[in-house]
């Protein structure tokens, strides 16, 4: 068993609680796994290289509902500060501030088209929207 998400550093580990297996045959091993994920603030340092302001609950959604399990909970910061290159260069092909008033033509484009992203922004947009 793997303790730590593929692809990451040993510096992002999830803590794990239990596992128990689910299913096992010759061809496949499927375990259940309790875990706790690492904390938030690090990991968008690890992956950005910027330490996040005071986040706090956005929005929780379930973008691909019937198909998948998948639960997002996202979470918004409105400032961050620059600590360094970013420790984890697997996770973006580039990292940059992007002015909210870009956001729609950018999803209008199909520059921004995953739907865990496109739910939180729009989310956003309307908020700012609305205040």
Do not use: C
Request: aromatic share 6%; proline share 7%.
């Amino acid at each position: 068993m793997l303790n730590t998400l593929v692809g990451r550093s040993r510096s992002t580990q999830w803590k794990i609680h239990e596992e128990r297996p689910v299913h096992e045959n010759h061809w496949v091993n499927l375990w259940i796994t309790d875990i706790e994920t690492p904390d938030g603030n690090r990991l968008v340092l690890e992956e950005t290289g910027w330490r996040p302001g005071p986040i706090r609950p956005l929005i929780y959604a379930e973008p691909a509902n019937g198909i998948t399990d998948s639960q997002h909970h996202l979470f918004r910061a409105d400032s961050a500060t620059y600590q360094g290159p970013p420790t984890e260069k697997n996770e973006s092909d580039r990292i940059e501030w992007i002015p909210l008033t870009t956001i729609r033509d950018m999803i209008n484009r199909r520059d921004i088209v995953s739907s865990g992203t496109l739910v939180g922004l729009l989310y956003i947009l309307m908020d700012e929207a609305t205040s």
